[in-house]
C-alpha cells in the first residue's frame, strides 16, 4: 500500500519561496509517476506540476510556469515542489499524487488518473 505524506506549507508574504516535499512511502518511489495538485476555497482541485518516473520531464499549468519548479529524489523516496515569486493567488490546499504503472516518459496532468493522494498541505500567500 501507497502512502504520501506532503510537508513544508505555511503561511508566507507575496513573492516569497516555499518548498514542498511528498514521502512516498511503500513501493519504490520510481515506480510512480507523481504529480502536484492544488484546491482553493470554492474550487476544483487543479493540477499544477507533474514528473515522469526518472523525473526526466515535466509538465507544468501555465499560471505556474517559470516559478514552480518539481523535482524528484528516487533514492530518499521524495518529490519536491519548489514554490518561487509565490502569489496570493496560489493560496490553496496543495495534495501530491502518485499514478502506478505510469508510461516511463508520459507526465499525467489529469486528477481522474492518478491512483494514490496525499492528505495535504496549506499554503497561504498574503498580499
Known amino acids: 500500500q501507497v502512502r504520501l505524506v506532503e510537508s513544508g506549507g505555511g503561511l508566507v508574504q507575496a513573492g516569497d519561496s516555499l518548498r514542498l516535499s511528498c514521502l512516498v512511502s511503500?513501493?519504490?518511489?520510481?515506480?510512480?509517476?507523481m504529480g502536484w495538485f492544488r484546491q482553493a476555497p470554492g474550487k476544483q482541485r487543479e493540477f499544477a506540476a507533474a514528473?515522469?518516473?526518472?523525473?526526466?520531464?515535466?509538465s507544468y499549468v501555465d499560471s505556474v510556469k517559470g516559478r514552480f519548479t518539481i523535482s524528484r529524489d528516487n533514492a530518499k523516496n521524495t518529490v519536491y515542489l519548489q514554490m518561487n515569486s509565490l502569489k496570493p493567488e496560489d493560496t490553496a490546499v496543495y495534495y501530491c499524487?502518485?499514478?502506478?504503472?505510469?508510461?516511463?516518459?508520459?507526465?499525467?496532468?489529469?486528477?481522474?488518473?492518478?491512483?494514490?493522494w496525499g492528505q495535504g498541505t496549506q499554503v497561504t500567500v498574503s498580499s
Open positions: 499524487a502518485a499514478k502506478a504503472y505510469a508510461p516511463r516518459y508520459n507526465t499525467i496532468d489529469l486528477v481522474h488518473e492518478y491512483d494514490y
Open positions: 514528473i515522469t518516473r526518472s523525473g526526466g520531464s515535466t
Open positions: 511503500g513501493p519504490p518511489a520510481s515506480s510512480y509517476a
